[in-house]
């Protein structure tokens, strides 16, 4: 499926760390539950892959994410489903 990513809540995480992370995709995430938005996109970059694989790792352990996956035209981008 195709998503209009400008449609969507979205945060570019360029020039954090894997120390950083965390803290701004856990309230990125609490804030659009909040907000009640069922899908969100985070913008990693491709680069060495190193934000890329911390976020997946920390996706993976909150209960708050339904599903994520790579956006299909960009693999520099992260689509997250978000349970609502």
Known sequence: MLLPLNKYPSLDVHGETR??????????????????????????????????????????TMKEVKNYHLYYWNQGVTVIELNI
């Open 19 to 60: 120390d950083t992370i965390y803290t701004v995709l856990k309230e990125f995430v609490s804030d659009n539950i909040k907000l009640k938005n069922s899908t969100i996109i985070i913008v990693h970059g491709k680069g060495t892959g190193i934000l890329k694989q911390e976020i997946h790792y920390y996706l993976k």
